[in-house]
């Protein structure tokens, strides 16, 4: 006989976060809403990071452990998706915690309005206090505006990312948050906010650095991946009618409009060209009087990337990236025009 079926199947990927990981459980375990499942996985971890998962597991059946080699947050949440079986899903990191009444509140706030997904607050945590308060898409704008969130900042019907709507996360290892999402917003009917749950995000890993610092010496991966995301949503977007199109442009250039950013500030100089055809593309498929309208919810910046800079980008581009530049180190500065170092103090 097969076991009931939970409420809520609580996702963690657990890849070496031994430091946090005792915190992140017990938070989970010790809820007062006890009707839940929860789902480690175990990314290969080299630390005490399993044997912290089976000291628990021994202790509350509700813990269930799923082994593999390393693969990424993205297949590691795809795993603990394929092995739930709650009504409900949220994913939750190793190194984050939750408030004591979280799922409680969660399941009477989206059951009680009837809604296919609740968010609620969260805030950043650092040296065990909060720094401030994380806002999201759906705190100034209507559903169909949104466009990209953590996944972990919200709770979901399972049923959303099954069957006919399988939906799973893209193979990468970085921004993979943001494709899963936006395609999940596509297929709300409606949403919730919960004020009073908490989820406590630590703004740093564990090795002290942030998504910023990653971005600036990984770049390659960080364009890679955002290009592999753009040319999937870019598929999407050529099989809506225009009428869904219309429906969903003011979400489609918000997302792509801020990964544009993004990219410009990182792109190598040989891969421009490839940028700027999909940044045509996008703006062939959402012309800017598709959204004239409804311009107070696009970011200006973000508008002004996707239809205005054009030759002006590239031109900026060279001039950022190739013909001055100024490099600081602790112990001297350095002057840099056309790749050669003319001045150094």
Known sequence: ??????????????????????????????????????????????????????????????????????????????????????????????????????????????????????????????????????????????????????????????????????????????????????????RLHSFAKEQKATLYYRQYSTDGKNLMTWRRKNPKIFQQAICHHWELLLRYAQQLSVTERQKTAVAHLRFFGMQYKNLCSVVSWSDWDILDKMRKEVCKLFPEEMIENRKNLIPKKYRYYLYHQGKISFLLFYLRKRTIQMRFSKKEKYLIIFGKTVFRY
């Open 1 to 186: 006989m097969s076991d009931p079926v939970k409420k809520i199947s609580v996702i963690i990927p657990v890849y070496n976060t031994e430091k946090y990981l005792g915190e992140c459980l017990d938070s989970v375990l010790n809820q007062s809403f006890r009707d839940i499942e929860v789902i480690a996985v175990n990314d290969g971890s080299t630390d005490n990071s399993l044997k912290i998962l089976e000291e628990r597991a021994q202790k509350d059946p509700r813990l269930i452990i799923v082994n593999q080699k390393n693969s990424g947050l993205s297949m590691a949440r795809n795993a603990g998706l394929n092995a739930a079986r709650g009504v409900y899903v949220h994913f939750l990191d190793s190194d984050d915690f939750v408030s004591s009444d979280f799922y409680k509140r969660n399941i009477e706030t989206v059951e009680s309005q009837n809604a296919d997904l609740v968010y609620f607050r969260v805030v950043k945590w650092k040296a065990g206090k909060e720094t401030e308060e994380i806002k999201f898409d759906g705190d100034s704008l209507p559903l169909e505006a949104w466009s990209h969130s953590s996944a972990c900042a919200y709770l979901f019907k399972r049923q959303l990312v099954e069957g006919e709507n399988f939906l799973r996360f893209e193979p990468v290892r970085i921004e993979e948050d943001n494709q899963f999402s936006f395609m999940l917003f596509r």
